[in-house]
């Protein structure tokens, strides 16, 4: 596709839920990354994944949270039994294989945990 | 520890006013840098990169960021700014290679005033 789209752009999910997040990189992009985003706060990474393996899921907060990888394509993050502190702006974002192209970042998924 | 710090949560300035973000990491051998800017209600943009060369890298809409190592600094300055530069900024770095995420800093706003 043209840019990174992330589905669905709000979700307002109860506590103790599970949410999934999906997200669809650039076409050709073979590193995939995600970001939280809480009010007021910086990026907070979470995972990198390199084709469909995860070099890199020292940012996930805790076990409640997970995430995977299709091939090159799409991604999803999901939290089990939500808690209120999960509530942020989930960021995807994808690059070319190599970080120093910059990342494109999708406009991301407001979750909010009532 | 990787840190990237971005000092000044907000910038309030007037238009045509010279401003500076500033952003400074951790001392590392090899660093990739970044700025990123949010518009409002927009997503994650890349305004420049630093990667290798001159120390001195712009942007199409007039701001510049010079890499000084020895202050392990990226500070972003514009000599005039614009009303529509309101907007996030966010200092990012890569430390250790082209693989891998980027560390961002918390974030600058950016408010430009008549």
């Known amino acids: 596709g043209a840019g990174v789209s992330q589905s669905p752009s709000n979700k307002v999910t109860e506590k103790g839920k599970d949410v999934e997040l999906r997200c669809d990189p650039i076409?050709?992009?073979?590193?995939l990354y995600w970001y939280r985003q809480r009010l007021g706060q910086g990026l907070e990474f979470l995972i990198y994944?390199?084709?469909?393996?995860?070099?890199?899921k020292s940012g996930l907060p805790s076990d409640r949270f997970s995430a995977e990888r299709t091939g090159e394509s799409v991604s999803t993050l999901t939290i089990q039994r939500t808690q209120q502190e999960d509530s942020a702006v989930y960021l995807c974002?994808?690059?070319?294989?190599?970080?120093?192209?910059?990342?494109?970042f999708g406009s991301g998924t407001r979750l909010t945990v009532v | 520890a990787q840190s990237v710090t971005q000092l000044d949560s907000q910038v309030p300035v007037f238009e045509e006013a010279p401003v500076e973000l500033r952003c400074n990491y951790s001392?590392?051998?090899?660093?990739?840098l970044f700025w990123y800017v949010q518009y409002p209600n927009q997503g994650l943009q890349l305004l420049l990169k630093?990667?290798?060369?001159?120390?001195l890298v712009e942007s199409i809409n007039g701001f510049e960021a010079e890499f000084n190592k020895s202050q392990t600094s990226f500070h972003l300055r514009k000599p005039s700014v614009h009303i529509s530069d309101t907007a996030e900024y966010f200092c990012?770095?890569?430390?250790?290679?082209?693989?891998?995420?980027?560390?961002f800093g918390k974030g600058t706003k950016l408010s430009v005033k008549p």
């Open positions: 630093y990667l290798s060369g001159s120390t």
């Open positions: 974002a994808s690059s070319p294989g190599q970080v120093l192209h910059g990342y494109t």
């Open positions: 001392s590392s051998v090899s660093v990739y």
């Open positions: 990012a770095v890569n430390y250790g290679g082209s693989q891998g995420n980027l560390i």
């Open positions: 994944f390199q084709g469909n393996s995860a070099p890199d």
């Open positions: 076409s050709g992009h073979t590193a």
